[in-house]
């Protein structure tokens, strides 16, 4: 299967089957993860879906980032 047919095929793959896809794509070029790490993941994926209002903004992080490395 070309490139190009396989980006043809994306729309008819479900959300979940995207989701694989990324994961595994991202996965050839990044180390694997160490069981310690992905339990720290999932803790903390855990505790942003039992209370989603706790997340930080990308804006409001990025602020927080900058005045302190500004200096």
Known sequence: ??????LEELPALSFEQRQVL?????????????????????????AHLENPSSAV???KMLERLRARFSK
């Not at 991202?26 to 855990?46: G, N, T, V, Y």
């Open 22 to 46: 990324i994961r595994r794509a991202i996965e050839i070029d990044e180390p694997i993860l160490s069981p310690e790490d992905e339990a720290e993941i999932e803790k903390r994926l855990a």
């Open 57 to 59: 903004p990308a804006e």
């Open 1 to 6: 299967m070309s490139f190009e047919q396989l």
